[in-house]
């Protein structure tokens, strides 16, 4: 391992785990160190009859699918991403919509398919970005959000991220939202370690990351072709093998 070529991921746990064993094959490693974790929020409230549709835009509310009524199960979900869809079909949901890069290119679909004077029940983090409720209210389509999960900020970074740092140890970092790279850069210059950061090359999700991104003097900003992860993926592979 070239524990001097490190890419830091800083999403929660799991995702950074799954994306790390992704770049992987192509001999690049990884320290997972997440700037968040997610929490869990149970349903406390379920209506009695099932919506026309279900939203999830994040494989983290794929766990509340388990506490909806049996008869439930052949309602469409509409999933940002492959990973949430898939996650959605564990809890045997059959009727999936998936593979939009992200909500945006989602809701047309949806409004192709949930009739005007529909209900959709959206189960979704506690911070979005998009405000989903009312683009669907125009074509007629009533929504209800439900928060069933939390991603919280972590209040440090983690010692094996701290000591990789002053080890000059990271070439890398990924950053996925606007609010982890805020995070991230809050947490370097928490730990005192905020000129590490002219060493690493800030790999960003999509221009509003990059824009987050700023507050620090990164070596580089590299932005994604598509807020996708494969574009992420392709993104870090294509620097890795320009700087061999």
């Known amino acids: 391992m070239d524990s001097h070529r490190l890419i830091w991921h800083t999403r929660p746990h799991d995702d950074s785990a799954f994306f790390a064993n992704e770049l992987s094959p192509h001999g690049i490693e990884s320290i997972v160190g997440p700037v968040l974790h997610i929490a869990r ?19 983290h509310a794929a766990h509340a699918l388990a506490l909806l009524p049996a008869s439930w199960r052949n309602v469409p979900v509409y999933c940002v991403g492959n990973a949430t869809a898939k996650a959605a079909g564990e809890h045997g949901f059959t009727r999936l919509v998936s593979g939009m ?5 989602l809701l047309p679909r949806i409004a192709g398919e949930v009739s005007a004077g529909s209900t959709l029940l959206y189960l ?5 970005r998009m405000d989903v ?8 389509i009533t929504v209800t ?18 000591e990789a740092l002053a080890a000059s140890h990271i070439s890398g970092v990924a950053l996925f939202s606007p609010r982890s790279a805020r ?5 370097l210059e928490k730990a005192g370690l905020s000129e590490c950061a002219r060493a690493i090359s800030a790999y960003c999700f999509s ?37 061999e």
């Open 207 to 243: 221009a509003n990351v990059a824009q987050e991104a700023k507050t620090l003097p990164w070596a580089a900003i590299h932005i994604c072709s598509a807020p996708t992860r494969a574009a992420m993926r392709e993104l870090i592979v294509s620097h890795h093998l320009k700087t």
């Open 41 to 59: 929020k149970p349903l406390t409230h379920i209506a009695h009859d099932a919506p026309n549709g279900l939203l999830l835009t994040s494989r």
């Open 133 to 140: 409720t009312n683009l669907l209210a125009k074509r007629g």
């Open 101 to 105: 890069k992200d909500v945006q290119a």
């Open 124 to 128: 979704a983090g506690d911070e979005t």
């Open 183 to 187: 995070i991230t850069c809050t947490l």
């Open 145 to 162: 959000m439900t928060v069933v999960y939390y991603a919280i900020a972590e209040h440090d970074l983690d010692a094996h991220i701290v």
